[in-house]
Structure formats: C-alpha cells, structure tokens
C-alpha cells in the first residue's frame, strides 16, 4: 500500500498531513527528551494507529522483526557472559600489557573497546569497560578524562565494524539485506585507519598527562586478571557460544538463516547451558535476571518507532523527500552518498541517530529505480552506516554510549562537559568522515 | 508508644566543623556506627556513618551505581588504604555527611519507627519536622529494651 492509496485518515483528513504531523511531532518530543523516548515512540505508534493512517495489521508489518530478535538475543548473550568476569579481564590484562603506562594504557584500552564494540553493542561494551577504566586511573593517580573521551570514539569507531556494533547498522543490515560479512568486508577495513587518525591528535592533545609513578604503576601491575574471573565453567561456556555465534552470523547466508534467530538461538542455548545444572527456582532467577538486563527501553523504543515510519512510508513522505533527494543531487550517485553520509554524520551529533537511520532507510530503498535498482544502492548503504556510527562521535549527546560515559564521569566526580567535549569530538568526527569519503568515493563511487 | 518514648534524648551528636578524623575517634569510642551531625543551633544536618567511611576508603570505581561489584583481582594493599585514611582524616565530615538520611518523627508510631530500622539496619535520627531539630536518635537496641521493660510492666 502506497501514499495515493493510503489517501484518508479518519474525518476524511489527508493521511499525508496526518502522518507527517504525527512523524514531527514524534521526532520533535523524542529531541526535547522532556519524556522518555520509549513512550514517545509508542505514542506516536498508536496514533498513527488510531488516527487511521495504518491499522494494526500494518503496523505489525512495519515492525522489523529481525532487527528486534538480533538486539534481544545479543543483550541476553551479553548479560549472561558479563557475570563470568571476562571483559574486567581483558581490561587488566590489556593495562598490564601495556605495562601500566598511561599512553600505552589509553591505547589498550580503546583498542579493547573498540573490538568489544564490534562484537557487542558499544552500550554495554562502555558499561564493562569503564568501571575498571576509574579504577585503573585511580590508582595511577591520572585523570581520567581523555582515557573516558578514547573510550567513547573507540566504541562508537569500532561498533561501525560490523552489523551487531550499533544499533543503525542492526537496522541497516536487516532492511538492506546486508550480511554479517557484507558489513565486515565493506566497513571493517577503513576502520583501524580511523582509529589510528583518532588516537594520534589524542596522544597530541593530553601528551603531557601520560605520566605516572612508579609506584601507582606498580599498583596497577599487581592486579591480578585472573581473580577477575568469577566463573570459569561461565565463561568457557559464554565464549564458546559467542564464537558458535559469530560463526553463524559468517555463514548466515549459505545456511539461509537471519541475524535473529542466530542470536536468539544462542541466547537460548547459552541460557540452557548456564542453567542446567541449577533446580527449578534457581533457574527461574537466572533467567528472569537475564530478561531483566535486556534494554526494554530501547526495544520498545524501536517497536514504535518502526510504526511511525512505516506510517510516513505508507502516507507517501518518504517517497516525496526521496525525489527531492535525488532531484537536490541531480540523480548523482556519487553526490547523494556524500550528502548522506556528511548528512548523517552531522545530524547523529544532534539528534539521536536511531530514528534518523530508520527514516533514511525507507527513504534510500525509495531511491532505487532513480539508480537503476536495489543493488545500485550499496554505496548509499555505507555511507549512512558510516555517517550514522561515526557521527554520534562528534557530540556528547551523540551517541548513547557517549551518554554513558558522562553519566559514569560525573558520578565519579569527573564531570564531561559539553562544550570543552565539543571542541576536541568535533573536528576528530570530520576527520573520520573526511576518511570515509575518501574510502567509499575510491571503493564504491 | 511512639518514637520520643524510646529514643536516646541525649545522643552523641558530630558539629559539621569536625574532622573525619574527631568523627572515626567518637564513633569508635561509643561503639557507633552512625552518629547525628548538627549545626550550632542542634538543627539536624545529616548522618555520619562507618559506610560513608568505608565508601570514602574504596576506589571510586566501586561504590558508583553501575561500577564494580567485584575488586578480588586488586591485590591487597593496607598501607595504602591507612594513608589515605590519614588522607582523609582532615578533612570536615561536611564534605563527607549523608544529607538525606532516613529519620522519624518524634510522634512516628512503633512500627513505622520498626519498618525504618528494619529496611535501614542503622540507628535513626528522630526529627522535630517543624524545627528541624535533633530530638533524639533510635535504635534496634531502644526499641528491643522498650518493648522488653513494657512486656515486663
């Protein structure tokens, strides 16, 4: 069903209007932040609904299924495997590896992250990094504020790696009919370039607070990564299960199986393996704390917001800013995928790049026979990937995890504020999207 | 029987002027493990307390909501935490005072009074809600040899 069809909502208004009022005012509450952004999603839903611009049939098919299943299944995972201690693990062992040297740290630390960031959502890959992090810091008697700014690049670079890194490639991924590998052969190989070009002006910037004595360095060597682990059975489990995973995920298309039903599976068995040995009431705990731990905000934020558009797809919206798009670029290929992907880059670092990515996807698939069909679209699909991840970077409100992170500074008396984060986050963002351009003009354009 | 009929009138109170130091002296010398802190005019400001004391002597990392729950991977260190007890000692338990602790009011009834202790495991500080002032403090130990001496009566 299509705009012309989709001509009236209830009193015989113009469905057009009526959604596009309902998407504004939706996206407009969701920016205020003056209420949650879960209930905003939902509200906007279930007028769209009410009003008569879907029913709910249609709104049950605007729901993307996939990309819901892959977010639970790898929070679930997720939750489970932080209990055995593992990422407190590596975060030692990366800082004495580095041999407790506050540069050689930051930068084990942010590689950590970033491969982390990867492989888990970059949310709960900063919630594992960063309380060791104040820790580490701590006792080196340094300030822990440009390891806490590498951490917030490091996971926001390193979560545009690959399809399950952040939430907009999930999205990206599911609608685009794009692969695990598809994002790891396409995106994966620019990404330690743009570390690299992060991670020097960083160096650059704080060179003179990477010192630390001898004594606090001993501090920090004396830790011991192995009592980290709590549960070793968990563990051996945990990882085996996230490597049976991401194998999945690599040969999903051979196996014709989606992202979601790897991940959910997995889910499954990780939580059968954990909780075999345990009676009925132990059992019942452990999953319910499972369950608990997944981000039901986020997924019911998604669910509403996945109506929304659909509502706006269904009206016609997307089709009309669609043609403006292309018409704005004179149908060049080469111009759309840089406006999309500065354009992204820029709007992620003011609005939440979630709901952005979800209207653009609608709005690319829309552009298809303007270039010649679906597959002429691929260069369009990495710059917005590139542009929605990385310009959450440029902002402290950019991206949820950057949102984290000052929540964990400020509590730990290190406030992060917005505008001396600015300063340093922004350019470093352009320079990354200045990267971007580069790779995909040269590999795809 | 209300909270003013059990509680200690004359409690051991800190001033917010007082080191960390003078605190940890008092609190081991009653056997306490929170104490009232007031101003010059006994207007109740907030509580002291060996957890404040023992959130002050851990790493930051480990008392924020969300941070570690587990530090057996840190190697033991006394000498450290004695210095920075040492550290700490000077510094004014105004900067280290829990602000919003739970009380009761003086008219509070018995089982209110017991919920409070119950969910709190920690004396409580009775306030005059008008004034603002100390009335007194309760414990686990007051409404135990309250309720005793009444059966008794």
Request: hydrophobic letters at 55%; charged letters at 15%; aromatic letters at 8%.
């Amino acid at each position: 069903m299509h705009g012309a069809q989709a001509s009236a909502a209830i009193f015989g208004w113009d469905a057009l209007w009526v959604a596009t009022a309902l998407f504004g005012a939706t996206y407009a509450v969701i920016m205020s932040e003056k209420v949650n952004r879960a209930i905003a999603a939902l509200l906007g839903a279930g007028l769209m609904i009410l009003l008569g611009v879907l029913d709910q049939q249609a709104a049950v098919r605007g729901i993307d299924f996939n990309t819901l299943g892959l977010l639970i299944g790898m929070m679930v995972i997720v939750a489970i495997t932080r209990k055995s201690g593992v990422f407190q693990y590596l975060a030692i062992w990366a800082a004495k590896k580095a041999d407790a040297r506050p540069w050689g740290i930051l930068l084990m630390l942010s590689a950590v992250t970033a491969v982390l960031s990867a492989l888990l959502d970059n949310v709960t890959t900063v919630l594992l990094i960063v309380p060791v992090t104040l820790l580490i810091t701590e006792e080196l008697e340094v300030k822990p504020y440009p390891y806490l700014f590498s951490i917030v690049f490091a996971a926001n670079i390193g979560g545009t790696a690959t399809l399950i890194g952040d939430p907009p490639n999930i999205m990206i991924g599911s609608a685009a009919n794009l692969s695990f590998n598809d994002f790891v052969f396409n995106l994966a190989p620019i990404i330690p370039l743009i570390f690299a070009a992060t991670m020097a002006p960083i160096y650059l910037i704080w060179r003179n607070e990477f010192t630390a004595s001898d004594a606090a360095r001993q501090r920090v060597l004396s830790f011991n990564e192995r009592e980290a682990i709590s549960d070793a059975r968990l563990l051996r489990q945990s990882l085996a299960v996230l490597a049976l995973v991401i194998l999945g995920f690599v040969f999903a298309r051979p196996l014709h199986l989606e992202p979601a039903t790897i991940a959910l599976f997995g889910a499954a068995l990780l939580l059968l393996l954990e909780n075999l040995p345990h009676h009925a009431e132990q059992q019942s705990g452990n999953v319910h704390g499972a369950f608990a731990d997944v981000e039901w905000v986020t997924i019911f934020f998604f669910v509403g917001l996945f109506i929304v558009v659909y509502g706006i797809e269904q009206a016609g919206l997307i089709e009309l800013m669609a043609d403006q798009l292309v018409t704005a670029t004179r149908g060049d290929l080469t111009l759309t995928a840089m406006a999309i992907l500065w354009g992204s880059a820029l709007l992620s670092g003011v609005v939440d790049n979630i709901p952005f990515v979800a209207t653009m996807i609608p709005l690319i698939k829309s552009m298809a026979p303007a270039f010649g069909g679906p597959e002429q679209l691929t260069p369009l699909w990495w710059s917005l990937a590139l542009g929605a991840c990385l310009g959450g970077n440029g902002t402290l409100i950019g991206a949820s995890a950057n949102l984290v992170v000052a929540g964990y500074a400020e509590r730990a008396g290190h406030p992060i504020r917005f505008v001396p984060f600015l300063l340093v986050a922004f350019p470093l963002m352009l320079v990354s999207i200045a990267i971007s351009s580069v790779y995909v003009y040269w590999r795809y354009l | 029987m209300t909270a003013a009929t059990i509680m200690n009138a004359h409690p051991v109170a800190l001033q917010a002027g007082d080191t960390v130091a003078h605190a940890i002296g008092v609190m081991l010398e009653h056997r306490l493990s929170n104490v009232p802190v007031v101003d010059a005019g006994k207007h109740f400001l907030g509580q002291f307390s060996m957890r404040g004391l023992m959130r002050l002597l851990l790493p930051r990392a480990a008392t924020l909501d969300e941070g570690l729950v587990d530090l057996s991977f840190v190697a033991d260190a006394p000498e450290h935490l004695r210095q920075r007890l040492q550290q700490i000692g000077g510094e004014k338990i105004a900067d280290h005072l829990d602000d919003t602790p739970a009380c009761v009011e003086p008219d509070a009834h018995l089982t209110e009074t017991l919920l409070h202790l119950y969910r709190h495991g920690e004396s409580l500080a009775v306030v005059d809600k008008t004034s603002g002032a100390l009335a007194g403090v309760i414990s686990p130990w007051d409404v135990v040899a309250g309720l005793s001496q009444r059966g008794q009566a």
